[in-house]
């Protein structure tokens, strides 16, 4: 069945808001009348009418997506897909999806990016996960750290809401170039997103921001406490909102912040990437205690050529490379990195492997190996003996993360 598929005007925003929020079940937001993540870039939305009624909608965001070796990658930050319970299973996100990918492509956005509610949607619009998100608890009184703090020059203050204001952008903006996976934060994503939605809904919210030697903020973390006291002891949970640092010495810096803390009984985390160093650095590591491990951050490579050219490459080798996308386009890329740089160029020579779409996204940012894929059952391999090389050509470090939201 076809529909209206178009974006709207800021006089439909409402009623964009009503039909997202009935998709998911909540409560819509209402934004003011300043610049935010509702009402920005109102030209990207994509919303499917039948008889002039909103029956789904969806919408993309200008990002940059950091790649293997800090180059910033054009991607289409796909958020707020919902389908009315009215219309499900009825092409209508097949639709959206189209007329999203489309709009990337002509805004010459090589990958379009997405975060999902539910982990079975994605995978047949060409969207592979390419990197991962871990989840943590533990006791703090359990918690002790295997070396002293007596490296630290710096210092971490707790700061003010006017103070992070300022202070949390600009740290950010110079972390997400440390880490494949990471993506931009537009200034009208923090109003709405971070104080509105994250921070704005923590009981007692908490800023903590470290500086170096000079004085220069180079890491923040963000957590929310909850509790009581029962029977005069203190029962209460400290959770991260949001940490960032640009090394990965302030990343435990901050850690050793969190877990000093007083009055507190566990600490949880819920987006850490899965190279997080805390259990190398306590004594005993079997108290850091792993919730979940979850996809995060999918990827869907529209223009394979352009987003491997977009990376760094960690060793020497050469490997082809045959995809097929879910629209039938197919793409056959030969990349070839050497100790001074890389080149991937379209060829019609006979592949090493091919796969979907799906799977080079799940291999872009280096989240996953190529030989673990294939042992699942995902490549058609033709000359194995390339596997290793293709996963020591891709590996990345610090392993990719999303560590953020949209």
């Known amino acids: 069945m076809s529909f209206e598929i178009r974006a709207v005007e800021l006089g439909e925003l409402d009623d964009l808001l009503i039909a997202d929020q009935r998709g998911f079940g ?14 920005s870039e109102l030209e990207r939305t994509r919303v499917a009418f039948e008889a002039g009624h909103m029956v789904g909608v969806s919408r993309t965001y200008s990002f940059e997506l950091t790649m293997p070796g800090g180059a910033f990658l054009p991607a289409a930050a796909v958020s707020w897909v919902s389908v009315l319970p009215t219309h499900r299973r009825r092409g209508v996100l097949t639709q959206l999806i189209a007329a999203m990918h489309d709009d990337a492509r002509a805004r010459g956005e090589p990958a379009a990016i997405l975060t999902a509610s539910e982990g079975s949607i994605y995978g047949r619009f060409g969207y592979g996960v390419a990197a991962w998100r871990l989840g943590v608890v533990a006791e703090r009184s359990r918690i002790a750290f295997a ?22 952008p600009a740290v950010y903006e110079r972390s997400r170039g440390t880490r494949a996976g990471m993506v931009t934060r537009p200034d009208f994503w923090w109003p709405q997103v971070f104080w509105e939605f994250m921070f704005g809904r923590a009981k007692a919210g908490f800023v903590a921001v470290h500086a170096d030697a000079h004085g220069r903020d180079d890491g923040y973390v963000v957590y929310d406490i909850r509790g009581d006291w029962i029977g005069g ?31 507190i009984g566990t600490v949880t985390a819920s987006n850490l990437p899965i190279d997080d160093p805390l259990r190398h650095i306590v004594v005993d590591s079997r108290r850091v205690r792993v919730d979940y491990l979850n996809d995060h951050l999918w990827l869907a490579p529209l223009d394979p050529l352009a987003v491997l050219r977009a990376r760094s490459y960690t060793v020497p080798g050469r490997v082809v490379i045959e995809t097929h996308a879910p629209d039938g386009a197919q793409s056959t890329i030969a990349v070839e990195a050497a100790s001074d740089g890389a080149s991937c160029v379209a060829t019609t020579e006979a592949p090493d492997f091919v796969c979907e779409s799906r799977v080079l996204g799940m291999c872009a940012l280096g ?40």
């Not at 070396?147 to 949390?168: C, F, W, Y």
């Open 26 to 39: 909540g409560e819509p937001p209402r934004p003011d009348a300043s610049t935010t993540w509702s009402t």
């Open 147 to 168: 070396r002293p703090d007596d490296d630290d020059d710096g210092r971490t203050r707790v700061v003010s809401r006017a103070e992070a204001e300022i202070a949390l």
């Open 233 to 263: 002891l203190p029962d209460r949970h400290l959770s991260i909102i949001d940490m960032q640092a640009e090394s990965p010495a302030t990343w435990i810096h901050l850690w050793r912040y969190v877990f000093g803390v007083d009055l």
């Open 367 to 406: 989240g996953n190996r190529w030989s673990e894929l294939a042992d699942a059952g995902r490549l058609d391999v033709r000359r194995p003996e390339v596997l290793p090389l293709a996963d020591a050509m891709f590996l990345a470090t610090p392993v990719p993360a999303l560590l953020s939201f949209f």
